[in-house]
């Protein structure tokens, strides 16, 4: 099984995604139990955000996780931008704790940039992860200059990770997000790793090789297409759904690997990019 690595704390490479989820009543009791049924295939990362359903998802979040020991889960969430400064980080992040019912974050992310200078947001970051709210701190939907920009704060380089869209069929951060992060050693996270269930129009799932790939390995098309995504060194992917068995499967593709030719095939199908390209941000 592939891994992760966060500042010392190691992790298996697909965790649980949680965008949309909350949203409806009728599902809360099928999308909690497709959360434990993650955690106990061995899923340790459960990412959320304060923006998830305007906290909807936390709180789902935190009545999914009490049956489990804490110090067993990574947990993320994130901060948005208006409330990334100095007079409001505190108090929106001990919003979060509440509703995931939880003492600390593993992983507090800046959720996107906004319009509060970046120093005074990761000073903010540092100075809570000083007191022990958070472990780690990182940043999301950041491209490659605002990496470059981050990293030449005088504690950029203490950023924990960066978590951007990134599928088969996106692959804009290959060109020079990734190579950047697998340089400085920061972990990068996946979200939408399968396309949402293929729905952004990148026809992942009716594409012959993935297909064929697929078919050779006895699994299913999305389990392929997170191998793929794991494939890379310090990637780990954060599938979402609300079915224990695709959750199950999610977690299982975590045991895949897929061959040198078989990634070359993709390749051919889903070419990599030569140039930049803007970030990819749903």
């Known amino acids: 099984m592939r891994e992760v690595t966060f500042g010392g704390t190691t992790v298996s490479a697909i965790g649980i995604g949680t965008w949309h989820m909350g949203d409806r009543t009728d599902r809360r009791d099928a999308e909690i139990a497709a959360i434990q ?62 509703r995931l019912r939880t003492d600390y974050l593993d992983l507090y992310l800046y959720h996107w940039r906004g319009n509060v200078p970046l120093a005074e947001t990761i000073t903010e970051l540092q100075r809570l992860q000083k007191t022990g709210l958070i472990h780690r701190w990182g940043v999301s939907n950041f491209d490659g200059d605002d990496l470059q920009e981050l990293w030449g704060l005088p504690e ?83 599938p979402k759904t609300s079915s224990v068995d695709h959750m199950r499967a999610n977690i299982a593709a975590g045991q895949l690997t897929l061959s040198a030719a078989e990634l070359t095939a993709l390749d051919r199908q889903f070419p990599k990019p030569t140039t930049a390209t803007p970030l990819d941000i749903l």
């Open 37 to 98: 049924a993650g955690i106990h295939a061995g899923a340790r990362v459960v990412d959320t955000a304060e923006m998830y359903g305007s906290g909807r998802s936390e709180n789902l979040v935190g009545e999914a996780l009490t049956p489990f020991k804490r110090e067993d889960l990574f947990l993320i969430s994130k901060v948005l931008p208006e409330n990334a400064s100095r007079d409001r980080m505190q108090t929106s992040l001990e919003a979060s704790l509440k």
């Open 156 to 238: 950029g380089p203490k950023v924990a990770a960066n978590e951007d869209l990134y599928h088969l069929g996106s692959r804009g951060v290959e060109y020079a997000v990734l190579p950047w992060q697998q340089a400085h050693q920061v972990p990068f996270i996946a979200y939408s790793p399968i396309a949402q269930g293929d729905t952004h129009g990148h026809q992942l799932a009716s594409n012959p090789v993935v297909k064929e790939v697929a078919a050779a390995h006895q699994v299913g098309i999305y389990e392929i297409l997170l191998a793929w995504v794991i494939s890379h060194d310090q990637v780990l992917a954060i």
